[in-house]
C-alpha cells in the first residue's frame, strides 16, 4: 500500500439529477510525502572469528512516510542487530501508512580464499575471543596476517590479541637474517596451532640476504621460528630467545603466498614476538653454461659494487679506483646462471655506468663483471623490485 494525501480542490461537477454544482469536494491521492519509495540499506559487519557471535547488521531507512517499524526473522524489533552468529536475517520494515519493504542479509564467516581479503603489508592488529576448538584468521580491516587454532582440550584461550610489525630490512640477530614482517601474538598455550602469513617475494629477499641461490629445500631445512618474549619495542629489545625448527611450510592458496605453522611450547602469557629467521651461508654457487662461478673470497680484491640495491629501474656500478680504464665485459644472470643481456667495455673507465633493468622481472640476479687485462670478475647479486 502506498501514502495516503488529503487534498482540497475547488472544482464544477454534477450530480445525478444533471445539476451543475460547485464548491469542496475532498479527494484522495495516493503517494509519498518523502516522493521516494520505502527502501533498505543494510550495513553489515561478518563474521572474523570462527564460530563467534560477532556479527552485526545496522539498517539505514529512507523514503515511504516515517515513523518505521522493524520486525526480524529473530523476533527482534530493533533498527540494528548485534552479537550475531554466521546465518541468513530477514527484516521488514513498515512505514507509518503500513507499507512494507523487506530485505534478506547474509553474515558470513570471513575467509582469505573465499573472501575479498589480502595479506597484510605491515603495521596492523587483530582481535578474536578464541573459544575451545575454534579456529580464526586475524584481520584489519580487509587484511589478514594471521591463523590461529584452539586444540580441542575443554579449555578456552580467550581473548587473544595479534600485530603485525616491519623492522627495517635486513634484519641480523646473531647468525641469522630475519625476515622483514614480523608478528606479536599473546596470550596463548601449548594447546594452540599458530600460522604466520608472508610472501614469497620476502622469503626470496631473506634468502638472498643469507648467500642462497634460489629458494630451495635448503632454505625450507635451514629456517626457523625466533620467539622472543619480554620486551618492550622491537624484537631485540626482547629478554628471552626461543627456536622452533623442523616447521611445517605450504603454499596458500595460487597466490604467492606461504605459511608456517607451528605449536608454542609453552604457556605464553606476556608479549611475545615471532620471527621468521634464516641462518647465513658462507658461498653462493651457480653456473653459466656448465662453467662453475663464485663469489670472490673475502680476501680478494673487489673492484666494482653497486650503488643501491635492491633497485627497480637501472643498476649503478662504482668502481673501486674511479680513475682506473679496463676493457672487458659487462653481464646480467638470472639466479640459474643463464645470462640474458650483455654489454663490452674498451679501454674506459664503469665508475657510476649505469644498465637499465627496468623491463627484466622482479627476483633475483647477478651482475657480472669481467675485466679481461686484469683476469678479474666481480659477481654482484642484486634483487630486482617490481
Known amino acids: 500500500m502506498k501514502g495516503i494525501i488529503l487534498v482540497l480542490f475547488m472544482i464544477t461537477y454534477s450530480i445525478g439529477s444533471g445539476q451543475e454544482c460547485s464548491g469542496p469536494l475532498n479527494i484522495t491521492l495516493e503517494g509519498s510525502p518523502t516522493g521516494l519509495p520505502l527502501s533498505i540499506n543494510p550495513r553489515v559487519g561478518h563474521v572474523f572469528c570462527n564460530d563467534a557471535d560477532e556479527g552485526s547488521i545496522s539498517l539505514e531507512i529512507s523514503g515511504g512516510t516515517p515513523n518505521y517499524t522493524c520486525i526480524w526473522s529473530t523476533g527482534e524489533t530493533n533498527e540494528s542487530l548485534y552479537n550475531?552468529?554466521?546465518g541468513n536475517y530477514t527484516v521488514t520494515v513498515t512505514d507509518h501508512t503500513n507499507c512494507t519493504e523487506v530485505s534478506s542479509i547474509n553474515i558470513i564467516q570471513q575467509h582469505p580464499l573465499n573472501q575479498e581479503l589480502y595479506l597484510a603489508d605491515y603495521n596492523c592488529c587483530g582481535e578474536c575471543h578464541l573459544r575451545d576448538g575454534e579456529i580464526t584468521y586475524?584481520?584489519?580491516g580487509s587484511d589478514y596476517f594471521m591463523h590461529v587454532k584452539d586444540v580441542k582440550d575443554n579449555i578456552d584461550v580467550g581473548q587473544i590479541k595479534g600485530c603485525l610489525t616491519q623492522n627495517p630490512y635486513p634484519t641480523s640477530f646473531q647468525n641469522?637474517?630475519?625476515l622483514e614482517r614480523q608478528w606479536e601474538l599473546f596470550?596463548?598455550?601449548t594447546f594452540t596451532k599458530v600460522r604466520l602469513f608472508f610472501t614469497e617475494y620476502e622469503l626470496l629477499q631473506l634468502a638472498n640476504e643469507s648467500n642462497y641461490k634460489e629458494i630451495d629445500d635448503r632454505v625450507f631445512e635451514n629456517l626457523s621460528v625466533l620467539h622472543f618474549t619480554g620486551g618492550n619495542n622491537s624484537s631485540e629489545s626482547f629478554q628471552n630467545i626461543k627456536s622452533y625448527t623442523h616447521l611445517s611450510f605450504e603454499k596458500f592458496g595460487d597466490d604467492d603466498i606461504?605459511?608456517?605453522e607451528f605449536t608454542p611450547s609453552e604457556m605464553q602469557s606476556e608479549r611475545s614476538g615471532y620471527a621468521l629467521a634464516l641462518g647465513k651461508v658462507d658461498r653462493l654457487e651457480y653456473a653459466e653454461e656448465n662453467v662453475a662461478l663464485s663469489e670472490q673470497d673475502e680476501e680478494k680484491k673487489?673492484?666494482?659494487r653497486l650503488l643501491k640495491n635492491?633497485?627497480?629501474d637501472e643498476i649503478e656500478l662504482l668502481a673501486l679506483d674511479p680513475n682506473a680504464k679496463y676493457y672487458g665485459k659487462i653481464s646480467i644472470l638470472n639466479r640459474n646462471g643463464i645470462e640474458i643481456d650483455s654489454e663490452l667495455f674498451f679501454d674506459e673507465s664503469i665508475h657510476h655506468h649505469k644498465i637499465n633493468v627496468k623491463e627484466i622481472p622482479a627476483g633475483l640476479f647477478f651482475v657480472v663483471v669481467w675485466v679481461f687485462?686484469?683476469?678479474?670478475?666481480?659477481?654482484?647479486k642484486f634483487i630486482k623490485l617490481r
Not at 687485462?373 to 654482484?380: K, L, T, W
Open 373 to 380: 687485462d686484469e683476469d678479474h670478475q666481480d659477481v654482484i
Open 302 to 304: 673487489i673492484l666494482h
Open 176 to 178: 641469522y637474517n630475519l
Open 187 to 189: 596470550p596463548i598455550n
Open 138 to 140: 586475524l584481520y584489519q
Open 258 to 260: 606461504w605459511y608456517v
Open 310 to 312: 635492491p633497485v627497480v
Open 84 to 86: 550475531l552468529p554466521t
